[in-house]
């Protein structure tokens, strides 16, 4: 399963995980209220979720710490290109109910582990908003240190150590 098919996964999970914490139903998700998974909320909360997971790791391998926090590459040159997902700069929509129930072949129980790790470390992350988010993710080392290397060379962007984000303390509320 490709990197691209194995993001939308997690964004199908994602979306579960909202309508749970929300108390509604998927086939309301679009037009839901407080539908704020914008572009730089999915990104931060992809991080934080393969954060829990050696595997994931390994699958999304070019986080980079960025202004905004941890942003893996290649799922940030995705973000318009999804078969499934439509994801705006202020919410994520589905682009087709009747593909909800498709699961890819593969890893999706990678991305299942991930979720239910990170739901398990803080189950309201799901209602941050995008930039409570992005100061959490500033309070990881990972963050700090390759961030702050990126600007020592007059750079915004830096690849971060898979094994940094692997061995550091993970921290998951404000």
């Keep these: ?20 914490y929300y108390k509604t ?12 998974l914008s572009k730089l909320k999915v990104l931060k909360l992809h991080f934080f979720a393969c954060s829990t997971e050696e595997e994931a790791l390994n699958i999304f391998n070019e986080f ?8 893996e590459s290649d799922v940030y040159s995705y973000l318009n290109t999804l078969k499934y ?15 909800w129930n498709i699961v890819p072949d593969g890893d999706s129980e990678v991305i299942d582990r991930a979720i239910k790790n990170l739901k398990g470390e803080n189950a309201k992350l799901i209602s941050f908003s ?7 993710s500033h309070s990881w080392f990972s963050w700090r240190y390759t961030f702050s290397q990126a600007r020592k ?7 971060i150590a898979t094994n940094l984000i692997q061995q550091e303390t993970k921290i998951y509320s404000l």
């Design 85 to 99: 997902f439509n994801v705006t700069n202020s919410k994520l929509e589905f682009v087709n109910i009747n593909d």
């Design 153 to 159: 060379k007059e750079s915004f962007s830096k690849k």
């Design 130 to 136: 995008p930039f409570e988010l992005v100061e959490l």
């Design 1 to 20: 399963m490709s990197k691209k098919d194995l993001f939308e996964y997690f964004l199908r999970e994602l979306v579960d995980w909202y309508c749970e």
């Design 64 to 71: 980079h710490a960025m202004p905004y926090g941890h942003v």
């Design 25 to 36: 139903s998927v086939s309301y998700f679009n037009e839901h209220s407080f539908n704020d």
